[in-house]
């Protein structure tokens, strides 16, 4: 059984910053690292959207237009946790968001394996 165990969402008024974390563990969880990475995003009534994804090692990266220049991801294989740090948050980036484990560096939900339960982030205008 894997595990992914979101944290760090809250509530922060526009223009301010969040991080949220992402822990991995499991009895078949065998390799952090061998897992590409990736957040995603669902709000209320929406589908779940894409929002940042990582390599194996760390060493690249991918945002959509949406978020480029203020989220950033970073993972840690030795502390088996990725990250997602948000700034400039703005209103519409409300959403419940979820990490989520995978063998392809793709942005389509479908194609990762594991996901965590989520946690809200609320932005207030």
């Known amino acids: 059984q894997v595990q992914l165990v979101e944290s760090g969402g809250g509530f922060v008024q526009a223009g301010g910053s969040l991080r949220v974390s992402c822990a991995a563990s499991?009895?078949?969880?065998?390799?952090?690292?061998?897992?590409?990475m990736g957040w995603f995003r669902q709000a209320p009534g929406k589908e779940r959207e894409f929002v940042a994804g990582?390599?194996?090692?760390?060493?690249?990266?991918y945002y959509p237009d949406s978020v480029k220049g203020r989220f950033t991801i970073s993972r840690d294989n030795a502390k088996n946790t990725v990250y997602l740090s948000m700034n400039n948050l703005k209103p519409e980036d409300t959403a419940v968001y979820y990490c989520?484990?995978?063998?392809?560096?793709?942005?389509?939900?479908?194609?990762?394996?594991?996901w965590g339960q989520g946690t809200q982030v609320t932005v207030s205008s």
């Open positions: 989520a484990a995978g063998m392809q560096f793709v942005t389509v939900a479908r194609a990762y394996d594991y």
């Open positions: 499991g009895r078949t969880f065998s390799t952090f690292s061998s897992y590409v």
């Open positions: 990582i390599s194996r090692s760390g060493a690249t990266t």
